[in-house]
C-alpha cells in the first residue's frame, strides 16, 4: 500500500492547507513550478518550527520532500514517524561521502526533492555550508531556494539556480535572496561568508 494514494493524498493536502491558513501562513511561487528533481535550499532555519511549517508547505501541494537526518533516527520505532516524511538516513560512518550518497539517489528515482539547510544548525552561523550546492552541481540538479519569512507568514519558492561552477559567486547570489527574510529567532540568522 502506497503512504500517498490518491485519497490519502488530497486529505494530507487538505490537511496542510487547513494548517497553514489557520496559522496565518500562506505559500507563494515566484517559479513556474517545482523540478521533479532539485535541492531545496531552505533558509533561514533557526527553530525546530522552520521543519513543521516546510513540511505542511510542501504536503499542501501534494509533494512528498525529503530531508538528511542522522541513521540512528531512522530506525524502529522512530522509522515509523520520520521514513514516511521523508527522512534520507546519513550514514556518517559509510565510505562514501555524503555528497554521493545523495546523488546517487537522485540518479536512481525519477522524482526527489531535498531539502536543505544551508546553515547546518539552528544557531548563528556566518558560514554557510555549501554541501547542497555541490549536490545539485553533481547530481546536474537546479536549486530551488526556498524561504520561510517569519514576519510576512510567508513560505517563498523564490527562485531556480542552476550550478554554473562558480560556487563563490553562486553562493552570493544565493545568500541575497535571504537578506530579507525575517527569521523566527532573528538573531539566529547570519549572512555572509
Not at 63 to 84: A, D, M, N
Not at 103 to 118: D, S
Request: net charge positive; glycine share 6%.
Amino acid at each position: 500500500m502506497r503512504i500517498f494514494a490518491p485519497a490519502k493524498k488530497r486529505m494530507g493536502m487538505n490537511i496542510s492547507k487547513y494548517l497553514l491558513r489557520k496559522f496565518g501562513w500562506k505559500i507563494k511561487f515566484s517559479i513556474p513550478q517545482i523540478p521533479d528533481k532539485c535541492v531545496l535550499c531552505l533558509a533561514p532555519h533557526t527553530s525546530n518550527w522552520d521543519f513543521i511549517l516546510g513540511k505542511l508547505a510542501y504536503w499542501s501541494l501534494g509533494r512528498k520532500g525529503h530531508f538528511l537526518i542522522k541513521k540512528s533516527w531512522t530506525v524502529f520505532p522512530l522509522s515509523l514517524i520520520f521514513k514516511p516524511m521523508g527522512a534520507i538516513p546519513v550514514d556518517r560512518k559509510n565510505k562514501s561521502s555524503l555528497t554521493e550518497q545523495v546523488v546517487e539517489m537522485f540518479h536512481r528515482y525519477k522524482k526527489l526533492n531535498v531539502a536543505i539547510t544551508p546553515e547546518g544548525t539552528r544557531k548563528r552561523n556566518p558560514k554557510w555550508k555549501r554541501g547542497f550546492y555541490f549536490i545539485a552541481q553533481a547530481a546536474k540538479v537546479p536549486i530551488v531556494l526556498a524561504s520561510l519569512d517569519y514576519q510576512l507568514k510567508t513560505i517563498n519558492l523564490g527562485k531556480i539556480l542552476v550550478p554554473s561552477g562558480n560556487v563563490d559567486s553562486d553562493m552570493q547570489e544565493i545568500q541575497r535572496f535571504y537578506k530579507s527574510v525575517r527569521a523566527k529567532n532573528p538573531h539566529n540568522f547570519a549572512i555572509g561568508n
